[in-house]
């Protein structure tokens, strides 16, 4: 294993790995819990996808997942904590449905890390490293930045180095839905970390944009132009396939003049392959009724749709499910733009939870642990479900906001061989720093990337054929059976 990153804390306290499992009889009697299996052979057995699920801004884990009931009133705010389907484990009593599946989830409630600015911090979440520049909010997406999570599946999948689910049709490996996580606040805009990085725009995610519960939604990318028929489109791929070729022996012939023969050759037909395949797959993905299929919500009754919210989130989530269910090894659900700064809430933070926030999360959290459980989906399915940092313990006098908080804050992860029912790490009475188990960023994606069976040793290689370490943390093997 690689060993654990600095952690910020340790200066702080006399911490150690021992992890706080909180799982009732199950936990105790070292039975594998909920979302814990094992194969026939006993080896642990491995998620073949993963939504993930990015609360951008930074959810109040003092409000969400981590009450202090016993904190002055300036802490602990006007939310109040609730038994959950776990005995001895509450939640936030606007979490009323995840409560009851608290058996199916592993929460974390020890991550820190010391970057306050949404960019960097939205880094190292997506991508389990450090961005380019850290403590900032001003450094847009660059080719320095470390790669997606989603981006490596689809690279290693794309390579043979991940197995994934069976796709039915010529789905891509990596889709982000509904946008690119961008903060208005932020002078960089947009967060990096959220496309191929240094692998190239080759593994950049398919961008889903817009609100699949609009009645006129739809996905240009899906879209043929008018009078243009899949019969004709595929005729114009032919055709194309053949210019292709010709052009490609044409700067073959002419690059002989200049350098030996046989490397020119070799040059003309890797960049006729690459074209065509590039070229050929855009064709595949336009004309295939499978792929149609795996994005067309309608195809779901209303009761389900229901089920996940009638909004925006709810039907990403949905939709999330069903791209997994098709075949897509990775779904990146990003918090939407609702033109109110998603869950920064420097203000009147308890309105915007209990109204606009938690209610939609914790509906379509719910629908989608109890979709993937009775479709026999949740084994192979890692869910995990975290902001780039949390919110300041102190309410804000004056506007009943939090403030940015790095150094504190939860998570949850389930599926994937996760022990359903534990409670991971504790922070101190304040929910202020870690008490035990600290959990950077770097470790959380690291955790993501073991239930999906990526060894640690896994290197990549840039295009400058330079190595990196695909763990740039430790996995928390506590929370596997």
């Known amino acids: 294993m690689m060993p654990a990153m600095f952690s910020p804390f340790a200066d702080s306290f006399s911490l150690s790995r021992r992890a706080v499992l909180q799982a009732g009889f199950a936990g105790l009697s070292g039975l594998p819990l909920a979302g814990s299996t094992v194969a026939g052979d ?262 389900t749709r229901e089920r996940y919210g009638r909004n925006i989130h709810g039907q990403c989530v949905l939709l999330a499910r069903r791209l997994v269910e098709h075949g897509v090894p990775f779904v990146n659900v990003n918090w939407h733009n609702d033109g109110q700064n998603f869950w920064d809430t420097h203000g009147n933070n308890f309105n915007r939870l209990k109204n606009d926030l938690m209610p939609p999360s914790d509906r379509a959290l719910s629908a989608l642990l109890d979709d993937l459980h009775d479709r026999g989906l949740l084994e192979e399915t890692v869910i995990a479900w975290v902001g780039e940092f949390g919110r300041r313990p102190n309410i804000t006098a004056g506007n009943a906001g939090r403030e940015h908080w790095p150094y504190c804050y939860s998570g949850l992860l389930a599926g994937g061989g996760i022990r359903g029912g534990a409670v991971y790490g504790t922070s101190d009475a304040q929910g202020a720093y870690p008490a035990t188990d600290p959990v950077s960023p770097q470790d959380y994606a690291a955790t993501v990337l073991q239930a999906l069976g990526v060894s640690d040793e896994t290197m990549l290689y840039d295009r400058q054929n330079r190595g990196h370490r695909l763990y740039a943390g430790r996995p928390i093997a506590e929370l596997f059976g």
Request: include cysteine; aromatic fraction near 6%; hydrophobic fraction near 35%.
């Open 42 to 303: 006993g080896t642990p057995k491995r998620a073949k996808a993963c939504i993930f699920l990015f609360m951008w801004g930074g959810p109040s884990q003092l409000d969400t997942l981590d009450l202090k009931p016993n904190a002055p009133q300036e802490v602990r705010g006007e939310f109040s904590p609730i038994e959950t389907s776990v005995p001895g484990v509450q939640v936030s009593e606007h979490f009323p449905q995840l409560s009851q599946r608290i058996d199916r989830v592993a929460v974390i409630r020890s991550l820190g890390h010391s970057d306050p600015a949404h960019l960097s911090s939205g880094h190292a979440t997506l991508t389990g490293h450090l961005a380019p520049v850290i403590r900032s909010d001003a450094a847009p997406p660059s080719e320095r930045d470390t790669p997606h999570l989603g981006s490596v599946v689809s690279y290693l999948k794309q390579t043979g180095r991940f197995e994934g689910p069976a796709a039915t049709g010529p789905l891509p490996e990596f889709v982000t839905l509904p946008w690119k996580a961008y903060h208005p606040a932020a002078p960089g805009g947009q967060a990096p970390g959220q496309h191929g990085g240094w692998l190239g725009r080759s593994w950049d995610p398919f961008l889903l944009s817009g609100d699949p519960n609009a009645p006129n939604w739809s996905i240009p990318a899906l879209a043929l132009q008018d009078g243009v028929s899949s019969e004709r489109l595929l005729s114009r791929s032919y055709l194309l396939q053949t210019i292709d070729s010709q052009r490609a022996a044409l700067w073959a012939a002419v690059q002989s003049q200049t350098m030996d023969s046989q490397r020119a050759a070799l040059g003309a037909a890797v960049q006729s392959q690459t074209m065509t395949a590039h070229q050929a797959k855009a064709v595949d993905f336009l004309t295939s009724s499978a792929v149609r299929e795996a994005f067309d919500l309608s195809q779901e009754s209303d009761e």
